[in-house]
């Protein structure tokens, strides 16, 4: 029952959105979703050339507990209707079922973005992962940060991801920064936030 809150700054024609997060136990970009508007605002001209809607958290009541999946069990990045889409406990019945998904599905609907960001964090590493037509802001982002660039291909499969939903059915690129798990959402931003205003200027 905790609200999605969503904030958006600029007019510009480009438009860019940002997920700061999806998976509860997965806090590690919230102070670049709390910073990225403050940032982009201070680069000039950046509010003529890009709007950049701001959704915080997709998952409010699983981060509230600390856990990856919402409410009700369910993972909220196998719940899209993207062409591996596989039904389960876990994943949802059929696509959309869950009220954050469907709310998601809408705001992409609605704001039509140009390029998507979404942070989530990874055991053991970091890195930038990408789906659709990405690539160049892959490399924009490993160039700035250091991260490397890791082609969903090469990892363990996703079926229903939001990056197969937006990357590959939508054929929207869409940019998924996996921060090291642990680490401190300051240090997160600060070794980022040059790569990730790169991106979004770039867009």
Same mark, same amino acid.
């Given at each position: 029952g905790r609200p999605l809150r969503i904030t958006r700054i600029g007019t510009g024609p480009r438009r860019v959105l940002w997920i700061g997060g999806i998976h509860g136990n997965e806090p590690e970009g919230r102070? *670049?979703?709390?910073? @990225? !508007?403050?940032?982009l605002a201070s680069r000039p001209g950046a509010l003529e050339r890009i709007t950049l809607t701001i959704l915080e958290d997709l998952n409010p009541d699983g981060s509230a507990a600390n856990v990856r999946g919402?409410?009700?069990?369910?993972?909220?990045?196998?719940?899209?209707? *993207?062409?591996?889409? @596989? !039904?389960?406990?876990?994943?949802?019945?059929?696509?959309?079922?869950q009220p954050e998904a469907q709310a998601l599905h809408e705001l992409v609907a609605a704001e039509r973005p140009h390029l998507v960001l979404v942070?989530?964090?990874?055991r053991g590493r970091h890195f930038v992962n990408y789906d659709g037509p990405a690539e160049r802001f892959a490399e924009l982002f490993a160039h700035h940060s250091g991260f490397p660039i890791e082609r969903s291909d090469h990892l363990p499969p996703t079926p229903g991801s939001l990056g197969s939903w937006i990357g590959r059915t939508l054929g929207v690129p869409i940019l998924t920064l996996e921060y090291l798990r642990g680490s401190d959402p300051l240090a997160a931003w600060l070794d980022t936030r040059e790569a990730i205003l790169a991106v979004v200027l770039s867009a």
């Open positions: 102070i *670049a979703t709390r910073e @990225l !508007p403050h940032a919402n409410a009700n069990g369910v993972d909220l990045n196998r719940n899209y209707p *993207a062409s591996n889409f @596989l !039904p389960g406990p876990q994943f949802g019945q059929r696509p959309l079922d942070a989530h964090s990874w």
